[in-house]
């Protein structure tokens, strides 16, 4: 008999294409399993989106994915290499976009930095996903002079300044240091210091910190360590992003949070598709469940968070690594399924 009180959450799993139904599934594995010893229950529905989308339903965000989505508490996102995501995150208006971008003790040696560049290194990078250049007036045309293409970063004052409020909400629970990206000697008209700064008389104690966009990608390599939270746009919050992947040895160990002013989400990994290793079951899947981690943090469920974390901590402890990570010495080369297996036996152990 199902006790009346024990939690239950619906999920929408999009897995995509490339490594995203490996890593998708992975995570689903190691998340039922947590379920399990936590009391929850997680009802898990299948929603397409991207190619196998557009060859199904001739959409790339068909509505049934939509309409699926509707009533979830949360979407599970693998991978797509074009089409759909940009709409799926429109669609629901998930604007606030966590990237946290922490080191992993026992893979210290493999960050692009020296071990005492990168160790304690905590940062979040907060970027705005549902609006800017990605979403501005855009075209291909031809005038006198030939033919061209334009997108336009455009910005409502009312968009940056939300996303400020989250990233000042994340400030006031990290180390109270906002660092905003902006490119103001060239884009005047997009003024993030001004807004950010206006809302941060709201936030007493919280430094806000303007950065010229190519001076914190400079900093970021230089010293990443002084950081807490960075706020950028959704471009420049792109690209920092992937630095950020650089930074702790592996761009497949990413997860992200997107939210709308509900506080639902969409889960996804940092990293793309890696067309070049799709299918042969070596994926990394810690950037997908690493965004599971985010999603039952967003529920209120601190505790399985917790021991996925820990367990995964420890496996890596152990020298166990998938092969974006390039095992050296006595590390121990393992696939997807291995890992996960790993995951599982070390989850059940308190
Ligand atoms: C990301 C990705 C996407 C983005 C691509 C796949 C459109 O790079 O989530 O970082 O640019 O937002
Ligand atoms: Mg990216």
């Excluded at 529920?299 to 095992?327: F, H, K």
């Amino acid at each position: 008999m199902e006790s009346l009180n024990k939690p239950y959450y619906r999920i929408v799993a999009i897995p995509g294409e490339g490594i995203g139904p490996e890593v998708v599934q992975a995570s689903l594995t190691i998340l039922q399993q947590v379920a399990q010893l936590e009391g929850f229950t997680l009802q898990v529905d299948y929603g397409w989106l991207g190619a196998t989308a557009f060859e199904q339903f001739g959409s790339y965000f068909p509505s049934a994915t939509a309409q699926l989505c509707d009533r979830a508490d949360g979407i599970i996102f693998g991978a797509v290499n074009q089409g759909g995501l940009l709409e799926l995150r429109k669609h629901f208006d998930f604007f606030c976009n966590l990237r946290p971008i922490r080191i992993v003790n026992s893979l210290l040696h493999k960050s692009s930095l020296r071990p005492e560049k990168v160790q304690g290194l905590d940062m979040l990078i907060v970027r705005e996903l549902v609006s800017g250049i990605y979403f501005g007036p855009s075209g291909r045309s031809s005038d006198d002079q030939g033919a061209y293409g334009y997108h336009t970063m455009l910005y409502y004052d009312h968009q940056m300044r939300r996303i400020a409020r989250k990233a000042l909400q994340q400030a006031q629970k990290r180390r109270g240091l906002l660092t905003v990206a902006h490119k103001e000697n060239a884009l005047p008209h997009l003024p993030w210091t001004r807004l950010v700064q206006e809302e941060a008389t709201e936030f007493p104690g919280i430094v806000v910190e303007p950065m010229l966009v190519d001076n914190l990608a400079m900093q970021m390599v230089l010293n990443p360590q002084r950081f807490d939270v960075i706020l950028a746009g959704n471009l420049f919050g792109d690209i920092l992003s992937d630095i950020g992947g650089a930074l702790v040895g592996s761009i497949g160990l990413l997860g992200s949070a997107s939210m709308n002013a509900d506080g639902f989400g969409l889960y996804e990994a940092i990293h793309g598709t890696a067309p070049d290793i799709a299918g042969k079951g070596i994926a990394n899947p810690l950037g997908t469940l690493g965004a599971c981690i985010l999603m039952l943090q967003q529920w209120g469920e601190e505790q399985a968070a917790q021991r996925i974390m820990q367990a995964q901590d420890r496996i890596l402890a152990q020298g166990y690594r998938t092969a974006d990570l390039s095992p050296q010495k006595e590390e121990i080369l393992v696939n997807t399924q291995t890992l996960v297996d790993l995951l599982l036996a070390e989850i059940s152990t308190e």
